[in-house]
């Protein structure tokens, strides 16, 4: 008989062995069997909708939020003074009316009887304090930068009584109203009180409130039963957050899920020939860009950079790149932002033309730096391949430089690129929105021009006094970039979704929010 | 050791990798002062050694900073999200002990013969296979055409199969092949034909006596594969949108989020560090000649 290599006092082999496999059995079944981290929910069809979405919000708090996926799954629970509609006008949301007193003065009447979901009051100081978040310097350091940024025209907001309050601008602009719908009401009391932790569980007045959010998986939200707006259509509404394609298609087309944003129009291709599916597709708010850095040379001159614009055949790109998928127009934006000017015609292929431009630019055959980031747009790198192609059958001496989005972000900012390809969303709807940041002269800006003609327009139409004169002043706008080419448009984006033939009340919007309070499942 | 040098190295790539966190998380319409004055609130304007020793002086007191995405304890942020890595990971090494290891032992016995063949040319297959294009044929064949199975998600043992599956068979192949040649090796030795001698039925030997003496090193296997397993994690996080440190890891080194790129590695590493450490306790009971003094 094998001895025992016990001690007196110790444990033998055998039976460390035996109770190591014991543990690890049980910390293995209990494991498998924990859920408490995350739960994918129930599909229950007419009770419940979910709906894939390639992003997850990060946040959910007004005060940090700037993705467009995460403002719309937000404004399910948050809702603003004012609402925009898919063509981008504004309408009552939580202010009744708006009108404006003065230049400089907007006043807000807020409708009575409108409670959180936590009791507070929706009220005048409840708007104050959601504005002063952004204006006052410290209130809330983790502020969005750039939300602070589109509301620069705002001076302070004033409580006249418990149901109005007036914002008083720094100077007249047309533009600020396009903004109020990006800053949804906070309830003070319970902001200062959940702290950081209202990022997650955000309080508001919407049709529905937060049920759970586990970051990277879903958020889930449950009717608000005491909406002033009503209970939504359907009691509760599940996001599900799959960033990668394939996984969200295949959630769609195995019943997980009843809809899928950002569809590819490969996918859309095949999704089509299921009959249980439907795929829509519209022009969205978001365009495909060249910016030229027009303060070196060879850029500086006009000339030059209509010699890009007409050595790029962009009815071939839609074609190759995009599966024709995309729109072209003679416009910087597209045709779902307002003040689109139809009449305008892009550029033609004209490779003889856009060499003899060049030629009259003095062009001496320096290295040209294209930037472009990939993994970012739909295609991105198929499209910057097409254009190296198109500078080369120019004559360009282009030397190309792809990085990711990060490395990329950091490098456009020091001007580096002569050239850059990158897209932009009209997410307002309104063009002020691109104009503002693209080209107003500021150390960030990318295309750095010196045209008068483009400056004075863009103030004029944000001081101009009716909607006739603005829209004359954003179409001029709008022939002079075509005429200046300091920024090249090269198509606009198409935005597509898939969902089942039983989902009724919803529809894509260009500026790609959705709303789902109106939705239902059909069994 | 082991963490000092993963804190070092981290530490140093992603601050010599292109791309600006305040930039990334402000966007690049702000203005630069803003950029400045948050870079400096930040620390990031600091000498890169400066901000080592500040690293490692908040390391030791458990503080691995704030997340700039989530604006949150980096540490709280991985926690969350490293319960849903461990599971799938413990889930891909149960498959590959249920499936490889038999699987081993079977074409050890069978050697030369049909199963044989088949065993290790599957196993070359598995370890040859993507672990992208393995996940998305599974979900297409299980859950968009047989429906058996969720596409993707967390939360129920049916959610857990697919993506442990995917991240296991890679593993699965290895230790067959593996256990076939230990096993090979043992089947061989003197004390196992006096085994047999002795009347001992065959499984008593094959498993008793010779699968005890090749468990040394597929034990070792085992506790190198730990790494590659939370490396392969993040692929198949990806696919199946797992909501575990893969996922987080791979969006915060696209942000530059250098806190929760940092408490990531720094966590993994700790995983890693300590699951070696007791497999290395292990051998001694494995094997009572190993010692360590």
Redesign the interface.
Known sequence: MAKSNASKNGISRRQFLKTSVGVISAAGVGTLSTAGFAQSPPSSAARELIVAINADPDTLDTRTIVKTQAMAMHNHVCQALLMRDPKGQLHPWLAESWRKTAPTEIVFKLRSGIKFTNGEPLDADAVKFTYDNFLVKGMFPSVSRQKQDWIRALDRVEVVDKSTVRFVLKYPSNAFMIYVPFYSILPPGATKEMGDKFALAPVGTGPYKMGEYVPNSHLTLVANPDAWSGAPKTPRLTFRFIPEDATRMAALQSGEVCMVNNVTPDFATQLSRMSTLQVKEISAARSMYIYILCNKPPFNKREARLAVSHAINRQALVRDAMGGHAKIGGSPWSPAVRYYDPSLQPDSYDLPKAKQLLAAAGYDGSVIKFGFPTGMWLNDKIVAEFLLSSYKDLGLNVNAETLDFAAYYSNEQKHLYNLQMQSYGILPLHPDFWVGAILINTDNSLVMHDDQKIFNLIAEADKAPDERSIQKDYFELQREILDYAPVLNLYYFPYIVAQSTKLRGYEPRPDEHFFFWDATLAS | MVLFGASLLVFVVLRV?????I??M???????R?VAAERQRLGLDRPILVQYEIFLEHIVTGDLGESL????SAAQ?VA??L??T??LA??AM?WAFILGVPAGIFAACTRGGLWDRIVMVLSLVGQCTPTFWLG?LF??LF??IL?WL????????K??ILPSLTLGLYMVALLARLTRSCMLEVLGQDYLRTARAKGLAEWVVVTRHGFRNALIPIVTVVGLQTGALLGGAIVTE????W?GIG??AV?AT???DYNLVQAVTLLSAVVFVVINLAIDV?YT??D?TVGYS
């Open positions: 990798v292109p791309g600006d966190p930039v990334m402000y966007g690049t319409e702000v203005d630069p803003v995405r989530y604006r949150r942020v969350e999200a319960p849903a461990v599971q413990a889930a149960g998305i979900m297409l859950a968009v429906h969720p596409t993707s998600g967390s939360g129920t043992i959610h857990l990806a696919v199946f949108a909501p996922n987080l969006q696209n942000t530059r292990l009971y494995l009572p």
